[in-house]
């Protein structure tokens, strides 16, 4: 297997980052925004997912020893392969980034919303959610106060 | 036996991502909104039904065709209905179908509506 | 990589068609001008990458993605888009370079770092040979359940777990705070005559929201066999509450669930987590530590053909914790998803003028 095909996803994933980060950056919507950061997160996540995978592996949900599952998911496998890497004769990736992404996502979803909580409050406020708008608006405001200021 | 039925459920799975491929031309080719709902229903029914069905036979009696059947039943219950509001909403914020003769033009003349202020 | 298993060519092809995929729909995200568009592209993007997920042997997290990705966070944005405006301005091509750059020296370095990971699928990288094969090896003997992903999630990192369940709860509580906890106005009044035009999607509700309750307590208690858990239980019940509110109205689902008992079930997943957190350390354990659940007179009642033999030992103790916190989280996050929903769905425009004239 080349270097390029094995380190292939590194890439991508690293490609897909700053994606969202270009639209974090260089938007000036607030929700556009809000989308990139989603999409900057949701491929971290891709990166562990991809440290976690094993050659051959399947999913970390024990396999009971000796039963025609495990023997037919270690036929597919070099035999000293399995004896070296395997749990009681069935290789499993590793479920331990699995445990971080997992909670990672419902987070992301809860602070996302928080996110858009404040745009829709900044739009309440100032009638955009376009940041050179909201400058220019904010500028305005502090130069001529209002009645209850 | 076994052979015979995964190569049969093979073909099935096949004849399903063809169709599904179809269907997706047909959503990029076709001229307006309704049509494009009509080919990529076909996608959801057709292509989904004809891989699930490919799928249980190359699984054999076991409890993943049980699942299979289940999640057969679920997309039957969920797609065409999703197709018909999308249809009913389009229709009833005054999307009128392209009827008779037509020829491709380079923009389509999109009406902007409105949006309603008050939808949840 | 001597022994390269045919089964990986596969996997491998999977796996760059999807990233691929990926790369594209990111791509039409960053260039699309309208939020809508991007919205829907971003929820194309999550199920891509369930996909993606499965096929790296994920299950567990493809689901998550699944649900959370595709479900609940496009209606969140769907409707802070409602609330706000549909359309972004394009921003004038000067004004990308500098991001852009950035974002070329940013990603240089990081596929330059990339050079030296271990390559993917090697079963002898520091992480897979040591902490993740400890945990496989670990858990049957000290927790006894199939799904490795939960028991690390629930048992041996359950503290990392309370402090992801509370940060969902404050995000909840910061968001009901700004938006409200649901309708400031009164909601338009429902027509007494159910028009004609949503009678097939209401009949389908009726018959899914039901089917999608029952799916969500299966991923629950199915959570400790098989891919599931209480996070996506959760989100996946709380889908079916959104689905109810939007085909048949905010008000009748707030009718049937009530913002406070939303508010009141999400603080109490939390208390329920960290009580049985403090349960544990009354009984002598340490936090969390769920050996010590039952008091010693209650362990001493088990019969002994009930706690197996000393290879297979039942570990009642581990499988009610991890029953209970689950059940936490299932609460929390359920409850949390609703509020943020109420919050969104409830905030119209017209209720926003009205506190601003107060």
Known sequence: MSFFLSHFNYIAVAILMMAGLFVLFSSGNLIKRMIGLAIFQTSTGLFYISLAKVFGGTAAIAVEPGSSEARELASRLDPAYVAQYGVDGVVYSNPLPHVLILTAIVVGVATLAVGLAIAVRVREAFGSVEADEIDVLSRVEATQPGPQA | ?120 | MTALPSSFDVTLALDIVLLVMLLVVAGAVARTRSLLAAIIMFSVYSLISAVWLVVMDAPDVAFTEAVVGAGVSTIILLGAILLTRGEAERPDWRRLIAPALACIAVGGLLVFAAIGLPGLGDAASPANAYVGRAYLEATPKDIGMPNVVTAVLSSYRSFDTLGETTVIFAAGVGVALMLGFGPRASLAPPSAVIGDHHVVPRVAAKLLIPLVALFAFYVQFHGDLGAGGGFQAGVIMAAAIILHALVFGLRETMAAIPPRVARSLASLGVLLYAGIGVICMMNGGGFLDYDYLFPPSVEQQIPGWLLGDSEHAHHWGQHFGIMLIELGVLLTVSATMVTIFYGFGGRTVEAARQEAKQ
């Open chain 2, 1 to 120: 036996m076994d052979s015979v039925l995964s190569w049969i459920g093979g073909g099935f799975v096949v004849a399903g991502v063809a169709l599904s491929l179809l269907g997706a031309i047909g959503v990029l080719r076709f001229p307006d909104f309704y049509t494009r709902i009509h080919a990529a229903s076909i996608t959801d029914t057709g292509g989904a039904s004809l891989v699930l069905l490919g799928l249980c036979l190359i699984a054999g009696l076991t409890l993943t065709t049980l699942k299979l059947v289940f999640v057969w039943v679920f997309v039957m219950l969920t797609t065409p209905v999703a197709a018909n509001a999308l249809a009913n909403a389009a229709f009833s914020s005054g999307h009128k179908p392209r009827i008779g003769t037509f020829q491709i033009v380079r923009t389509d003349e999109r009406r902007k509506t409105p949006r309603g202020p008050d939808a949840p």
